[in-house]
């Protein structure tokens, strides 16, 4: 899938190009369930016990990470982790880190996400006039961050 290896590379390359950051370590494309998450942080932390931020591309995977840094008894406030999705926890998840309660500290979302995106896309070819070959739907992007937590944008993604 040439978007996701693209978003992959992306997230590399921003961590990359960024001094305040040393990338300590790269999970395995699959990790989109709170068992990836889990089983990635447990994984990162083995090989750099330094790592402080975690960019997963899943919400549920964000969960796993956050699972395990409260299974090990680790201070949320200590850690960062970032995604691109959101679902029925964004919310929560983001107002618990403002009580130091989860180390979730923000995502950015395409839309309402691939599936309606996708489910869209399809009426449009079944009840419209059709979608041509070839056609590319853009989602808006949103970004959801936690209260208590700044930013940098400037690093030029």
Not at 35 to 62: C, K, N, W
Not at 79 to 103: P, Q, R, V, W, Y
Not at 122 to 138: F, H, N, Q, R
Request: aromatic letters at 10%; one cysteine or more.
């Amino acid at each position: 899938n040439a978007a996701v290896v693209a978003l992959s590379q992306g997230m590399k390359d921003g961590v990359a190009a960024d001094s305040r950051f040393t990338l300590g370590y790269v999970g395995d494309a699959e990790g989109d369930t709170l068992e990836h998450g889990y089983d990635g942080a447990t994984a990162a932390l083995m090989v750099d016990p330094d790592i402080r931020v975690f960019i997963v591309y899943q919400m549920s995977a964000g969960l796993g990470v956050n699972n395990y840094l409260e299974a090990q008894g680790y201070d949320f406030g200590e850690f960062g982790i970032f995604g691109t999705s959101e679902d029925d926890t964004t919310a929560e998840m983001l107002e618990k880190a403002a009580e130091n309660k989860s180390s979730f500290r923000g995502t950015i979302a395409a839309g309402g996400g691939v599936p309606d995106t996708t489910v869209e896309v399809m009426l449009e070819a079944l009840i419209g006039d059709g979608v041509p070959l070839g056609t590319t739907k853009i989602d808006p992007m949103k970004a959801w961050t936690s209260s208590d937590y700044t930013c940098d944008f400037t690093i030029g993604y």
